[in-house]
Structure formats: C-alpha cells, structure tokens
C-alpha cells in the first residue's frame, strides 16, 4: 500500500514540475499575421504565406478591409 502511495506522489510531482519547465514551445513563433496593406493584400503575396491558418486569417481580414462611406442621401 506504502508502495502505491509513493508512486503516486511521485508522478503528481512530475506532474506539476513539467508545468513549469521553462523550454516550453512557442506556437505563434514564426506564424505572425503581416500587416494589411494594398501592396500586401495582393494575391501573389498571399500565396507566399506558408502557414495555412495564418494566410486564411490574413486572407479574411485583406477581405473585410475598407472604411465607412456614408451615402449621399439622395431619395429617389
């Protein structure tokens, strides 16, 4: 039973201290967003995007760019 005990204290200390290492990945190293720009939302630049996610979220947001344009008020 003592055994048992032991054992377990032992892999929740693991457990914990794993946690904490300090060489833990970075996963958003090297997978930026660039910048939203005419020259950068042109289709040749977004094909040269490696990463799937990163050039699907730049893709969408060269999409949804643009500014408010009121309207002229015109009634017809």
Do not use: W
């Amino acid at each position: 039973m003592n055994q048992y005990v032991n054992l377990t204290a032992a892999a929740f200390t693991i457990a914990l201290l794993s946690g904490c290492s300090p060489q833990t990945p970075q996963e958003t190293k090297g997978r930026e967003v660039p910048v939203v720009s005419d020259e950068n939302c042109r289709p040749e630049n977004i094909k040269q995007i490696q990463d799937e996610k990163v050039r699907q979220t730049f893709a969408d947001t060269c999409a949804r760019r643009g500014g408010f344009k009121a309207s002229s008020g015109k009634n017809y």
